[in-house]
């Protein structure tokens, strides 16, 4: 419950009574409700409830957060939601993979070049 | 429902009888009850049955795959889920642009000594 006996957004929005030991009332206040109603509209209250107890009361501000942002992302995403951006990261990872590989070889390539000039005294390529 | 008649896993998971028309059958068939109670641990069977139903049929089993996904890693990380998953990713992707840049520094860097060197047609760096 909030410092100022108004039900915490969590309450507000199931319209129940905010107690003293509200579980939501830490993570969700009065005023922002649409952190609340994202993470209640894709997993529910139920669910919710079950994954905070089930973390140390010090892990549950993470768990909220990762909730939230899992939660937009479904909202954003219909179809793919968090798994979208992950597909996204993992085709990231693998372009800078290659482009790495290439400046490597090139690296390489031009150290050897760099390496037999030296030793030939020529510096034709 | 499953052609052999037997309620597909979300109906036997909750103890109903699976219609004709059943919404979970073609993605939760009756020999995967693990898949379905993932899902239903994390989101639960009332958001489940909402997030397929707002998307077209023809989409329905990417949104099931990605939900799996994300039940999958929420219960292997019960505090980051997902969300865990896409920090690791976008470190790596930060790390991987950090040695590219110093890669392409460092052909630009040999570069610029090769062509100093066969303008001056010295061999020296």
């Avoid at 209250?45 to 992302?73: F, I």
């Avoid at 798994?83 to 490597?104: D, F, K, P, R, W």
Wanted: aromatic share 8%; net charge positive.
């Amino acid at each position: 419950m909030s410092g100022n006996c108004s039900p915490c957004a969590s309450c507000k929005l199931l319209r129940r009574r905010c107690s003293q030991n509200c579980l939501f009332a830490p993570y969700f206040p009065a005023n922002d409700l649409h952190k609340f109603a994202m993470v209640h509209k894709v997993f529910g209250c139920k669910n919710l409830t079950k994954m905070l107890k089930d973390v140390p009361v010090e892990k549950r501000e993470d768990v909220v957060k990762s909730l939230v942002y899992e939660a937009n992302a479904r909202v954003r995403n219909p179809v793919y939601g968090c798994v979208g951006i992950i597909s996204n990261l993992e085709i990231q990872v693998s372009e800078l993979q290659t482009q790495l590989a290439v400046a490597q070889t090139e690296i390489l390539t031009m150290k050897m070049q760099q390496a037999f000039t030296f030793n030939n005294g020529d510096i034709s390529p």
